[in-house]
């Protein structure tokens, strides 16, 4: 399931895929991968991207 919230989030905050890949330590592929959903981060992964983003988890990874 392609996570739009991610993106939206990202985009809000006018950042890159590469952007906020090295903010959090990751390639531009692993957040494009999560992105289009092909792709299940660790809970450490996801904690990080919510502190770069100003989000919570469940804003951004929960339903």
């Known amino acids: ?3 739009l919230r991610l993106k939206s989030a990202r ?5 890159s895929q590469q952007a906020l890949a090295d903010m959090v ?3 531009r592929q692993t957040i ?4 289009k959903g ?5 809970i ?3 904690i990080d ?3 770069v ?4 988890l469940d804003e951004i990874f929960w339903e």
């Open 25 to 27: 330590g990751v390639s």
């Open 53 to 56: 983003l100003d989000k919570t």
């Open 38 to 42: 092909d792709y299940n981060p660790t």
């Open 49 to 51: 991207i919510c502190k």
């Open 11 to 15: 985009a809000a905050k006018d950042l």
């Open 1 to 3: 399931m392609k996570n």
């Open 32 to 35: 494009n991968a999560i992105e």
């Open 44 to 46: 450490r992964l996801c």
